[in-house]
């Protein structure tokens, strides 16, 4: 079950680098006067950062699929979504139809002003079981993935969470929340090798 996740959890998620392009240096009591559309008014710095983040992604399934884990299935972003420049890829979610409506994981307070939801599962699902499994897996293969390892930090601030201890090793104090590889035991590349073959 745990593989299954893992591998969902590294497929394509937008949300991500919109909510850090969008509050990164924002506090969790910030109010604000409306609530925007989230694929609507995506902006080409959305996509960079995407993009970067998919890169870092694809280096963790690089070094894994040296390993003898297959990673064909985790397709990257320029494919996906058939944009090859972060400059397409923001003109492609802004034109598609379905998306125009959603919003952001804004709600009202008690002043009529929106804030940051964060229980919403823009956070709660995107955080903790999409980023977190990169920066997991990375740890475990010795890859760096610096813009992951800063945006999961931020979203920790943000969110009141420790899953990093002082050393930068993911055993904080709230990490349990988080469904990446050490928390099934896996802790070396051989044992990550042999779950996955077996």
């Known amino acids: 079950m745990a593989r299954v ?9 937008l949300h991500i680098s919109r909510l850090f392009s969008m509050y990164k ?3 969790i009591s910030d109010e604000y006067d409306s609530s925007p559309y989230f694929y609507r008014d995506w902006t080409d710095e959305d996509s960079v950062i995407c993009y970067e983040l998919d890169l870092e992604l694809h280096r963790v ?5 040296v390993l003898g884990i297959d990673m064909r299935e985790v ?3 320029p494919i996906h979504y058939e944009s090859p ?9 802004r034109s598609i139809r379905s998306f125009r409506d959603i919003k952001g994981p ?19 699902e995107s955080f903790p079981y999409r980023l977190a499994i990169v920066n997991g897996l990375a740890e475990i293969i010795g ?7 800063k945006v999961l930090q931020w979203y920790c601030e943000l969110a009141n969470k420790e899953y990093y201890d002082d050393s930068m090793r993911l055993c904080g104090r709230d990490v349990g929340e988080c469904n990446i590889p050490q928390n099934y035991g896996i802790h070396s590349i051989n044992s990550l090798i042999d779950f996955y073959n077996f």
Do not use: Q
């Open 5 to 13: 996740l893992w591998m969902h959890g590294l497929t394509p998620t």
């Open 25 to 27: 240096d924002c506090n």
């Open 61 to 65: 399934c690089a070094k894994l699929t």
């Open 75 to 77: 397709v990257p972003y």
């Open 85 to 93: 420049t972060p400059e397409m890829l923001t003109k492609k979610l």
């Open 106 to 124: 804004l709600r009202k307070n008690t002043n009529g002003k929106y804030v940051l939801d964060i229980k919403s599962r823009y956070f709660t």
């Open 143 to 149: 890859i760096d993935v610096p813009l992951s390892t």
